[in-house]
């Protein structure tokens, strides 16, 4: 039986065990795409850019997990990073106190004038810049759709007074798919100026694009991950050590969970058939789940189950709404695969 009334997380597992607080993620090809990008960015000192897909892709997971440790590989140093995930600001004192603690300034919380947490908030950019050797700053805005025209302009001013110190400061937007439009409404509206030093180009964020890319993803939960730390066992291996010892590994099944996505897409999906994280990291994570509750590896990943899994993780709706959109995500094709 594999869907049973039993609680999903077995009794045994730690609760502090990355699979029950959910607190990973997993390396994608999209993740590495946009590193890349970034790197371009930076080295070809752009003030500003934008990172754009539709929501529940990984978008946010690849910022939080990943931004940090991959561009300091590819530059072989620290890279003065500031990661702020945009939750609105009704005054300018707001704002800088939300940008002094998303870059861990220790008086981010203290009563202070605007004037004063501006001057606080360049003066801790400043230090990160220096202390990485360069004269950069890569700030990064996370649900960056929501950011309003003055809080953009309140930006602008930060930008430009660390211009006058020569500090560059590199604006990287990451957005849903309806930011597409905003660089045009913002120059329509009185923000060309905003547009012209932030949004010039931009990358699209992409879903996982067939079973070669899926298969790679789901690889993780096996040889990409490590729990407990420095035990040498991967999620797969330390959850379901039974199935994994009779040569269960999750890589093996990404041609049933991909065939149950597609099969759920909606009746006439335009969009282009990749799929978003948010799905794929819930069935994984259900399925290892169950298996290591003792449900059996082969029902588990059955294409009957697989199809429930994928049902019961809000997929279809999911991609609803990606459709509502799917004017944004137009591009050619892809060569089957």
Request: charged share 20%; proline share 6%.
């Amino acid at each position: 039986m594999v869907m049973g009334d039993d609680p999903l997380v077995p009794g045994h597992l730690p609760r502090d065990h990355p699979l029950v607080t959910r607190d990973y993620s997993l390396f994608t090809p999209a993740i590495a795409q946009m590193v890349d990008q970034m790197g371009a960015w930076i080295d070809n000192q752009v003030d500003g850019a934008t990172i754009y897909g539709p929501s529940r892709f990984g978008k946010s997971s690849a910022v939080n997990h990943w931004a940090q440790t991959l561009l300091s590989q590819r530059y072989g140093t620290t890279v003065p990073l500031v990661v702020w995930s945009h939750t609105g600001a009704s005054s300018v004192g707001r704002f800088y106190a939300s940008l002094l603690h998303a870059s861990k300034h220790p008086l981010a919380q203290a009563t202070r004038s605007p004037d004063s947490r501006e001057h606080m908030l360049l003066e801790r950019w400043r230090a990160l810049a220096l202390r990485s050797g360069g004269r950069f700053i890569v700030l990064i805005v996370d649900e960056a759709q929501g950011m309003t025209q003055r809080e953009w302009m309140w930006l602008l001013e930060l930008h430009s007074l660390l211009e006058t110190e020569r500090l560059r400061l590199c604006v990287f937007a990451i957005a849903s798919l309806q930011f597409f439009d905003e660089p045009f409404g913002m120059a329509m509206s009185g923000g060309a100026h905003v547009a012209a030093r932030f949004m010039l180009t931009n990358e699209r964020f992409h879903g996982i694009e067939g079973e070669d890319e899926l298969a790679y993803v789901m690889s993780g939960y096996d040889k990409g991950t490590e729990w407990p730390l420095r035990s040498g066992k991967s999620f797969t291996a330390s959850v379901a050590p039974k199935a994994w010892d009779e040569g269960f590994r999750m890589e093996d099944h990404a041609a049933g969970l991909m065939k149950a996505m597609v099969d759920a897409l909606p009746s006439s999906y335009p969009g282009p058939v990749e799929f978003p994280m948010k799905t794929i990291a819930q069935c994984c994570r259900y399925a290892l789940l169950r298996i290591a509750g003792g449900a059996n590896w082969s029902d588990v990943t059955s294409p009957a189950s697989w199809k429930k899994i994928v049902a019961d993780s809000g997929h279809r709706q999911l991609m609803a709404f990606v459709t509502a959109t799917a004017r944004y995500s137009q591009r050619p094709r892809r060569a089957p695969r």
